[in-house]
């Protein structure tokens, strides 16, 4: 999978026309808060499929103050010309173009993967169960990029079958049926693409013994992938009364372990090493447990895929003391196009001159 070489916004949230030539290797944006930088995060999770890194509505992405449509455009290492937006006209449709031809938004993680971890994210093992579900997906579209079919064939199938209850509870059985197959048809891919990530994920960290990076180990709960269409077909009336489909891999749920956690036992009692589900964890060890995952399943992409993945970190080097930051920069360094942002750009004096350096400041891009 290619880097990108060049990206460009226009009227793309606070910037109205910003250009960036990017190395291959870490690419650094440091200014004040506020400044555009997270943004130019977001548009390139926007390369791939789904609502990007902060999953907001896509109406919401042009520039307050611009002709009311938004383009993000990028050229990928080996001449591959790829680009999202909308337009004045259908503000809230995206299209995409690949090589100057219009594509299907799934069609871009055949292109890229990328995955990203933002300060909202530190919460993510004591939050829902959909952020995490959010976050699994993310990583299994990068090692399955059909993922993003299934997932979008079976939630408009979900939303037909939703709509359709709701409406009268005399609705038609063969439609129903027809709906409930595509939805366990395509259920059933989730299932297993989640699956096989999670035992992959469990295998790469297995043994891994890190203590800047602690080792996880992963579990999928929910929906066990039994037969879908028959509970679909009688959960009907159930699911008519709640307005929802209440069971399906839509339910999943992704259960992360703190493996061989340092604890000490009773008062003043030798350290001993336990398993502690991720949620009862500091949330200095969380925030490790979650960078460690990231890298795991960077090294797993790059096994996979034959490229690892672009990483995008939001303000992570700030919340990191400097052992770990040191750490996180060695594990990096070599390992794929990795965009970072921070406030201060001290926070990146122990990365290599080869980076790709930008100050962003008032949704401007300068070279650092």
Request: aromatic fraction near 4%; avoid cysteine.
């Amino acid at each position: 999978m290619p880097a990108i070489a060049r990206l460009s916004l226009d009227n793309f949230r606070n910037h109205r026309d910003a250009l960036i030539e990017a190395g291959e290797g870490f690419v650094l944006l440091s200014g004040p808060n506020g400044a555009g930088k997270t943004n130019v995060l977001e548009a390139v999770s926007l390369l791939t499929p789904g609502r990007g890194l902060r999953q907001v509505p896509i109406g919401e992405m042009a520039r307050s103050d611009g002709p009311g449509g938004f383009a993000v455009a990028a050229r990928l290492n080996g001449d591959i010309e790829i680009g999202t937006g909308t337009t004045p006209e259908t503000p809230d449709r995206r299209q995409v173009r690949i090589n100057g031809a219009a594509a299907s938004v799934n069609s871009l993680a055949e292109r890229l993967a990328v995955l990203w971890l933002t300060p909202a994210m530190d919460r993510l093992f004591t939050e829902s169960a959909g952020g995490r579900r959010r976050f699994l997906d993310r990583l299994t579209l990068a090692l399955e990029p059909g993922h993003a079919h299934h997932a979008a064939r079976y939630e408009a199938a979900m939303r037909s079958r939703n709509k359709l209850l709701g409406e009268s509870i005399d609705a038609d059985p063969d439609w129903l049926a027809a709906l409930e197959a595509q939805m366990a048809e395509h259920g059933a891919a989730l299932g297993r693409s989640r699956l096989q990530t999670v035992a992959a994920l469990t295998e790469a960290m297995a043994g891994k013994d890190d203590d800047d990076f602690p080792q996880a180990a992963l579990a999928l709960e929910g929906w066990d992938g039994d037969d879908l269409a028959a509970a679909l077909r009688s959960n009907r009336a159930r699911d008519g009364a709640a307005g929802r489909t209440t069971e399906g891999p839509h339910r999943q749920d992704l259960a992360v372990t703190h493996i061989g956690k340092s604890t000490r036992g009773g008062a003043g009692g030798a350290f001993a090493k336990v398993d502690q589900p991720a949620a009862r964890s500091s949330t200095g060890e969380q925030k490790a447990l979650l960078l460690g995952l990231v890298l795991a399943h960077a090294e797993l992409v790059a096994e996979r895929r034959g490229a690892p993945p672009i990483l995008l970190l939001d303000e992570v080097a700030a919340h990191l003391d400097p052992g770990r930051r040191a750490a996180l920069f060695d594990r990096l360094e070599g390992r794929g196009q990795v965009w970072m942002t921070a406030t201060e750009a001290s926070l990146f004096d122990a990365i290599g001159a080869s980076a790709t350096r930008f100050h962003v400041e008032a949704g401007t891009i300068l070279p650092a």
